[in-house]
């Protein structure tokens, strides 16, 4: 059964191109707000970030079919020495838009895979109380939905569909997806990979939630889809997508990732749309990635 996918470049602020009431799983990583080496200074203030949240969140309520679900991949964010509660302020911003918070997932990481900072060495260098910062290997996955779920929606449910979308219990089992804590290794920062410079999620992520919340056949929507991780796995279990990414500069990437041909050799459609709210952010945010490495390795060659 061939799907189909639908990649608008603009703000996700405006989802017109979705009638109300027909998406069923949202998935994303909303870009997290202003993080040194993802996104420096992409907000002027955290009031803007969370102005975004209010605005997309009222979108996004009238996109969700009723009963579904809305899952954010964040964290709580350090930024110049003060650490923000995203995680409980986007909880509380959705519910304000009027869905209910239903389960939080810990995302944890593999230990060696600290990606910016070590923040627990402070000790080694200062062991007296008060020192103490630790390390963060581990990021939530917010589980929202918009009112319940009518489970008569099941039981009339084609019934070769509803087999071809049974959850393994031998995955589901053996990879512990019962827990509210996932161990999944992390999209590494190497050189040289389609994401570089990205804030990726790792496929295992969208690939367990589609599985858990949808039907073959039904939509998912990534509305911050950066390198286009949940469109390419939506693709691949038989699921059909939407997906908005503000930065044009990301759509090779994008494209690449998902396997994008104007000549496709199966069934499954790809439709890509520029509007003219789409922005060029690549290359600003990657010059001050850059500049923000510099600093600070010029502070820690000072203390040398």
Not at 247 to 267: A, M, R
């Amino acid at each position: 059964m061939g799907t189909w996918h639908k990649i608008i470049f603009g703000d996700c602020r405006s989802m017109e191109e979705i009638p109300d009431g027909t998406v069923h799983l949202m998935v994303t990583s909303p870009p997290y707000y202003n993080a040194p080496f993802d996104y420096p200074d992409l907000f002027k203030s955290y009031g803007d970030f969370l102005q975004l949240m209010r605005d997309f969140g009222k979108e996004l309520f009238k996109k969700l079919a009723p009963g579904r679900i809305a899952a954010f991949v964040t964290d709580d964010m350090l930024v110049k020495g003060m650490k923000y509660p995203i995680v409980a302020d986007i909880i509380r911003t959705m519910m304000d838009a009027g869905f209910r918070y239903r389960d939080r997932i810990v995302w944890r990481k593999p230990e060696g895979y600290i990606r910016i900072s070590r923040r627990s060495g402070v000790v080694l260098q200062h062991p007296y109380p008060m020192y103490f910062y630790p390390d963060n290997i581990q990021e939530n996955i917010i589980i929202l939905q918009k009112g319940k779920f009518n489970y008569d929606y099941v039981k009339k449910l084609d019934p070769k569909l509803k087999e071809a979308s049974k959850v393994s219990i031998q995955e589901y089992q053996s990879n512990k997806w019962y827990l509210n804590v996932w161990d999944i290794t992390n999209v590494l920062p190497l050189e040289g990979r389609l994401e570089q410079g990205i804030a990726a999620f790792p496929e295992e992520i969208p690939r367990r939630l589609i599985k858990l919340f949808t039907f073959v056949g039904e939509t998912v929507l990534d509305p911050f889809l950066g390198s286009g991780t949940t469109t390419k796995v939506a693709k691949e279990l038989g699921r059909n997508s939407y997906g908005y990414e503000i930065d044009l500069e990301l759509k090779s990437i994008i494209l690449e990732k998902i396997g994008y041909s104007p000549c496709p050799l199966t069934d499954d459609k790809i439709e890509i749309k520029e509007r003219d709210d789409a922005q060029r952010l690549r290359t600003f945010l990657q010059k001050r990635v850059q500049k923000q490495k510099s600093v600070t390795k010029s502070k820690k060659g000072s203390k040398l």
